[in-house]
């Protein structure tokens, strides 16, 4: 069965310092990758896509996200984390052809140090 | 542009009783997508409507159901409410569900919670 794993529940950063967030996946074939981020009383909002071609994918707010097909990863990261940037951070995979459905990750919570 | 709205924004039940939530996509968007978000465990997929139809449900029992109306609004129901069913449940809306690479655009969520 496909799956999404965020081995990190929470990660506490200090602000300036840089930031990745890991997300490994289990698929029979490359699916399309997400992530997304959530902050308090809002819903989620898109931070970056990869369906295909350059494994390095930029995205909204300075982040960007590699896939690794050999690692079956799609690691977030950002060089220098805002205060603004705490939220919860969701890693989600759909297939790529079939019938739709995402699949998302239990997300992981990150906390900044002033 | 408004984006995708959900009403209410809590919403307290007693066990047994039902309770209906409802989404307005983005303008123009065709597909609602229902998530279960429940603490501790992530999103959980639970029902895609596109152009009317129901699409695609997840792994929830038939007393989660709902549809989706000429408009593309989209409503959820839940019967027989059980405490377990307290969460966070959101919606989202995509331009026409093509498949997985349409971008799927959230709302902020109905709280709901079983007492």
């Known amino acids: 069965a496909q799956s999404v794993t965020q081995p990190d529940i929470h990660i506490t950063v200090s602000e300036g310092a840089s930031l990745e967030l890991r997300c490994n996946y289990s698929?029979?074939?490359?699916?399309?990758l997400f992530w997304y981020v959530q902050s308090p009383g809002q819903g989620l909002q898109l931070l970056l896509k990869?369906?295909?071609?350059?494994?390095l994918v930029q995205g909204i707010k300075g982040f960007e996200a590699e896939f690794k097909r050999s690692q079956s990863s799609f690691n977030l990261r950002k060089p220098s984390v805002h205060w603004s940037d705490a939220a919860e951070y969701f890693c989600?995979?759909?297939?790529?052809?079939?019938?739709?459905?995402?699949?998302f990750g239990t997300g992981t919570r990150l906390k900044v140090l002033a | 542009e408004a984006g995708v709205t959900q009403s209410p924004t809590h919403l307290i039940k007693t066990r047994g009783q039902q309770a209906t939530l409802r989404c307005s996509p983005i303008s123009g968007h065709t597909s609602v997508y229902w998530y279960q978000q429940a603490l501790g465990l992530g999103l959980q997929f639970l029902l895609w409507?596109?152009?009317?139809?129901?699409?695609n449900r997840g792994n929830f029992p038939p007393r989660f159901s709902g549809r989706q109306f000429p408009n593309y609004s989209s409503e959820l129901n839940v019967n027989a409410l059980e405490l377990e069913d307290s969460a966070l449940y959101l919606c989202?809306?995509?331009?026409?569900?093509?498949?997985?690479?349409?971008?799927?655009?959230f709302g902020p969520g109905t709280r709901l919670t079983v007492l």
């Open positions: 698929y029979g074939a490359t699916p399309y």
């Open positions: 989600a995979v759909v297939k790529a052809s079939g019938t739709y459905k995402y699949i």
């Open positions: 989202a809306s995509s331009l026409d569900g093509g498949g997985g690479s349409d971008t799927q655009y």
């Open positions: 409507y596109d152009e009317g139809e129901e699409r």
């Open positions: 990869y369906f295909s071609g350059d494994t």
